[in-house]
Nanobody
Framework: QVQLVESGGGLVQAGGSLRLSCAAS????????MGWFRQAPGKEREVVAA????????KYADSVQGRFAISRDNAKSTMYLQMDSLKPEDTAVYYC??????????????????????WGRGTQVTVSS
């Protein structure tokens, strides 16, 4: 069974930075594409960024392009999300997720939560104005 554990959330002022981590259990981390999603109160869960199993392919939501950076360290079975220039509208619970299929990079449906079958419990990010 795969477990994903997020950390690094917290309270930060607008314009500040946070770095989220997602630690994965198991030995297959390096063969699965991963994603970061977020969900604000009263809103649907939305993709923030996704990264292929090799790390060579990356996608960002338009709302975070140029401010956030996704990365992974397969040797440590850990994925990261560096968040800079944070805005109040970035306030949400952030979740990491693992693709449902190995060695797949979803060019179009990386943004669908249905493409992922393992999820962490989330970490709260609050950005004050």
């Amino acid at each position: 069974q795969v477990q994903l554990v997020e950390s690094g959330g917290g309270l930060v002022q607008a314009g500040g930075s946070l770095r989220l981590s997602c630690a994965a259990s198991g030995r297959t981390f390096s063969t699965y594409s991963m994603g970061w999603f977020r969900q604000a109160p009263g809103k649907e869960r939305e993709v923030v960024a996704a990264i292929s199993w090799s790390g060579r392919s990356i996608k960002y939501a338009d709302s975070v392009q140029g401010r956030f950076a996704i990365s992974r360290d397969n040797a440590k079975s850990t994925m990261y999300l560096q968040m800079d220039s944070l805005k109040p509208e970035d306030t949400a619970v952030y979740y990491c997720s693992r693709d449902s299929s190995a060695l797949i990079w979803r060019i179009s449906d990386y943004s669908s939560h249905r493409s992922y079958n393992y999820w962490g419990r989330g970490t709260q990010v609050t950005v004050s104005s």
